[in-house]
């Protein structure tokens, strides 16, 4: 199962009941057909924003963030850029992402999370991410700035 599937049944469950354990809602997510071993589950929580609460009574039980988003941490979003970058062409204030096949989406999160101040927007396919700027000059910055993070992270080329 593709862990964007998988995240999104758990925050349908989260949704739907409180979990006091995450051997609770493996149990709930296997019920479903999802298998997921405790490290899994633990990253995936934590990537949904999932938070422990506390009731008055000392009871506990998970709760998603309202609204529910996905919260990358600095260290994915640079191995999704180190990894599945393979090509960055620029046409006036477009940049065209070159990806493996299954890897655009996570490259344009990365990409918009970089907080690219001249970035407009990210439309991705299946292998190519679309990146909008605003103007050319923004373009020649931007993939020189993810050509940058690219090599940051220990990317050989």
Known sequence: MARTDRLTHIAQLLSGRRFSS????????????IEATQATLSRDLRSLGVAKRSGPDGSSWYELPSPATEA???G???????I????VRIAQNLAVVKTPPGHAS?????IDLT?????????????TVLCILEDAMAAKRFKKHLEFLKNRTGAAK
């Not at 995450?22 to 057909?33: D, I, K, N, S, V």
């Not at 994915?76 to 180190?82: F, P």
């Not at 907080?115 to 292998?127: M, N, R, Y």
């Open 22 to 33: 995450q051997e609770e809602l493996a149990g709930a997510l296997a019920r479903t057909g």
């Open 72 to 74: 990358l941490d600095r």
């Open 76 to 82: 994915r979003q640079m191995l999704d850029l180190k």
């Open 84 to 87: 599945f970058v393979n090509e």
């Open 106 to 110: 996570a490259v344009a999160r990365a």
């Open 115 to 127: 907080s690219f101040e001249a970035l407009v927007g990210t439309v991705a396919g299946d292998d």
